[in-house]
Each structure stands twice: as structure tokens, then as C-alpha cells.
């Protein structure tokens, strides 16, 4: 519930921060962008009223208009909101579809276990995202493109032995780029699965990127609530090389809303700093 709110704040926001960068640009304020030198040692921010609502700065009136931008007196530096707050407020708790769980972030407690966990999808996970890969997985039958749970829910127990066998496997900097370590995995949530075709001849991960089912969840997926999460060229942010096949359900709105930001990770979409490594 407190995900669809955290969407519905963001939907009016984005548009009303875009108008007021639109209006302050148009009067050389754009963000950052006061040249106005400060007697007072500090950055530019400081000077402002602290906290100012972002939402509430006023808007400048013609006496403030100038075309250069390099002199006169400063109307203000918009602050914009770290990503969204509803969400940055549930991405520590692990019950929560919201949980954010990388290299820097840990699941906490680090034996957590879903409360909730349901095997009608073929894996376990999470009962909200179970029904929503069910609905994902019709869609995707429906437009020829059919796919089936690989991979679902591991248990802290269960990520050692897969991160022990990829170690075994791979060597310790490879597996650190496509496995996590017991506790780091977001496979402990219920929350995410990994997808391969139903059927053909790409049965395995290695050749899933150029399957037409590839490309049919990193259009839709969303949709359904789920996101992408280790998208190509984005390893210095995740941590992890990419997946195409890695899905992590946060919820419809949610998933729409980064969608519809244009970020390519969780952490770029909630002004999370990078996770590349522990
Ligand atoms: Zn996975």
C-alpha cells in the first residue's frame, strides 16, 4: 500500500520539479548553476534557508530576471529529493517488497526467512510476487514468448553452497561478479527469481540475453511489478555483471515509476551510493 503512495507523491512531483527548474532556468537559476559569489566561506547551499521545502521555493518575480546568470541576486538552488522517500523508508526492512539488498546492504537480520513463501509458480517466493510471475509468465506465453522459473528463493543456507560452488567454479573475482555472498543475496528475499524460455533451444543463462524472451521482459516486466536488476553496463552500480534473466519484484507502481525515470538500477533511481563490491 505505502509503495502505490510513495508512486502516486513521485507522479506529481517529478512534473512540478520540472516546471520549477523550467521557470528558474529561464531566469539563469538553474540548479547549481548560481555564480553569485559569497562573501561566506561554504557551498552555495548553505546560504539558502535550511531546510527549505523543494516544493515550496518561491519563484521569482521579473525584478529578478537577468540573461547572464554570472551576477545579481540569487533566487535559490533547488534540492531535489534523494530518490523517493516512501521507498528509502521501507529498504531496510526485509519484510517489505521495497527491501533494497546489494553489496553494501545486507539483509538484516542475515538469517532472515520470508514469512509468506509460495511454490505455485514452480519456485518459492514471496506470495505477491509469486501470483505476479503467474500473470507475467501468461502474458508472456500469450505473446509467444513463454518462460519458466529457474530459480527462486535460497535460504541463507543455501546461497553458501551456491556461492561455494561458484567459487569452486569460477575462481573468487569472477563469482563476485555473478553471485553474491550468503546474506548479500536478494534471492534470500522471496522476492526475486531467475527466468529461463519454457522451451528451445536456450536453456541456460549463457544464451539467454539474445532470446526473444530477453527482450519481451526488459520490455515488460514492469508491468507486472518487477524490475531488471542487473542491466547491462550498470556493474560499477550493482555490483554484478549483467542478467538478463533476474527479475526482483517491487510492485507495479514501483516498478513502473523507475521505469518511467530512465534509471537503470535500483540504487540510481533512490540516489543510493554504488555497491560495486563489499
Ligand atoms: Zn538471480
Not at 67 to 94: H, I, K, Y
Not at 211 to 222: G, V
Request: hydrophobic share 40%.
Amino acid at each position: 500500500m505505502s509503495a502505490n503512495h510513495a508512486v502516486r507523491r513521485r507522479t506529481v512531483a517529478v512534473p512540478l520539479t520540472r516546471a520549477l527548474v523550467t521557470v528558474l532556468a529561464a531566469v539563469g537559476a538553474v540548479v547549481g548553476g548560481i555564480g553569485a559569489p559569497s562573501a561566506q566561506a561554504g557551498p552555495v547551499g548553505s546560504r539558502l534557508p535550511d531546510p527549505t521545502p523543494w516544493a515550496t521555493l518561491p519563484v521569482p518575480g521579473p525584478a529578478t530576471v537577468r540573461s547572464g546568470g554570472t551576477s545579481g541576486p540569487s533566487v535559490g538552488v533547488l534540492r531535489r529529493p534523494a530518490g523517493d522517500p516512501a521507498w528509502l523508508a521501507q529498504a531496510s526492512d526485509p519484510a517489505s517488497v521495497l527491501v533494497v539488498v546489494n553489496k553494501r546492504r545486507p539483509l538484516s537480520p542475515e538469517s532472515y526467512v520470508p514469512a509468506d513463501l509460495d511454490g505455485s509458480s514452480g519456485v518459492l517466493l514471496r506470495a505477491d510476487a509469486s501470483e505476479a510471475f503467474e500473470r507475467l509468465a501468461a502474458a508472456a506465453e500469450a505473446a509467444g514468448v513463454p518462460v519458466r522459473a529457474r530459480s527462486g528463493y535460497r535460504s541463507y543456507q543455501d546461497q553458501v553452497v551456491t556461492w561455494q560452488r561458484w567459487q569452486r567454479t569460477l575462481g573468487d573475482v569472477v563469482a563476485e561478479s555473478q553471485s553474491a555472498r550468503p546474506g548479500y543475496s536478494e534471492h534470500q528475499t522471496g522476492l526475486a527469481l531467475d527466468v529461463l524460455p519454457r522451451d528451445g533451444a536456450c536453456q541456460d543463462f549463457g544464451c539467454f540475453g539474445d532470446t526473444p524472451q530477453a527482450a519481451w521482459l526488459a520490455e515488460n516486466a514492469a508491468q507486472f511489478g518487477f524490475v531488471v536488476r542487473y542491466q547491462e553496463g550498470q556493474e560499477a552500480v550493482t555490483g554484478y555483471t549483467a542478467e538478463p534473466w533476474h527479475l526482483r519484484y517491487v510492485g507495479p507502481s514501483a516498478a513502473a515509476a523507475l521505469a518511467a525515470s530512465g534509471a537503470h538500477s535500483i540504487e540510481d533511481y533512490l540516489g543510493l551510493p554504488p555497491a560495486p563490491t563489499y
